[in-house]
């Protein structure tokens, strides 16, 4: 079976522009989370999805970022504009959206703005 | 809130050796769930183990156990007979129960070299 598949891989672009990472989800799963990795904060959870349905945005940093779940299968993630600080490794995962399942991650896209 | 700390920044052992890697966590609430996640440098996150908190039993996968000392509110993962493939980032992570919110907390992570 296919696991979570993100694109782009990598996204290297100027401040200013918009970014947007992409996030297939595992069939048959009903929760997604985004998460953004950097070595100074480690990995945090930006916002997670049930159903298609926000549960928890507290960690979207300001109204730059974004993220929709168009269908039940498939997310993505904006930044509009985008900064040099948002540089990250942003993953997405998800999970069959009960307590003790295990999330499955993703590869991650490696964000660079200049 | 809850935190989860890791007091290692970096260790290394010697293949076939056995290390433990630390993680305590602070939190108000009685019931809840916690994971050992692998980052090997192709960077993919993947879970290794997991621990209810209302278990006394510790976890065991083949070679990785875990120590869960609920009232010490640690939960310490140990690799037997290490092999070159365990080299990555280790990151411990609680979860809340109850609530629906399937919410993560890590922690900071260790960077284990595993040393032919």
């Known amino acids: 079976d296919a696991g979570v598949i993100q694109s782009p891989r990598h996204e290297v672009t100027e401040m200013g522009q918009e970014v947007t990472l992409r996030c297939k989800l595992i069939?048959?799963?009903?929760?997604l989370f985004w998460y953004r990795q950097t070595m100074m904060r480690g990995l945090e959870l930006l916002i997670y999805?049930?159903?298609?349905?926000?549960?928890?945005d507290s960690g979207m940093p300001e109204d730059r970022f974004s993220a929709k779940m168009p269908n039940a299968s498939f997310s993505t993630l904006k930044i509009q504009p985008s900064e040099p600080r948002d540089s990250a490794v942003y993953f997405c995962?998800?999970?069959?959206?009960?307590?003790?399942?295990?999330?499955?991650f993703g590869d991650g896209t490696r964000l660079s703005i200049l | 809130a809850q935190t989860v700390t890791q007091s290692q920044p970096e260790m290394s052992v010697q293949e076939a050796e056995t290390v433990t890697l630390s993680c305590t966590y602070d939190?108000?609430?009685?019931?809840?769930?916690l994971f050992w996640y692998k980052q090997p440098p192709s960077r993919q996150m993947i879970l290794v183990i997991r621990?209810?908190?209302?278990?006394?039993q510790n976890a065991t996968e083949n070679r990785f156990s875990v120590n869960f000392q609920k009232a010490a509110k640690s939960f310490s993962l140990k690799i037997s007979d290490s092999q070159l493939g365990d080299t990555a980032m280790y990151f411990c992570a609680f979860m809340k129960h109850g609530d629906g919110n399937e919410k993560l907390t890590f922690g900071t992570g260790t960077r284990l070299t595993i040393i032919p």
């Open positions: 999805f049930n159903n298609n349905v926000p549960i928890d």
């Open positions: 621990q209810e908190a209302y278990k006394q």
């Open positions: 069939s048959g799963h009903n929760s």
């Open positions: 939190t108000s609430e009685n019931n809840y769930y």
């Open positions: 995962a998800s999970s069959l959206g009960q307590a003790y399942q295990p999330q499955h």
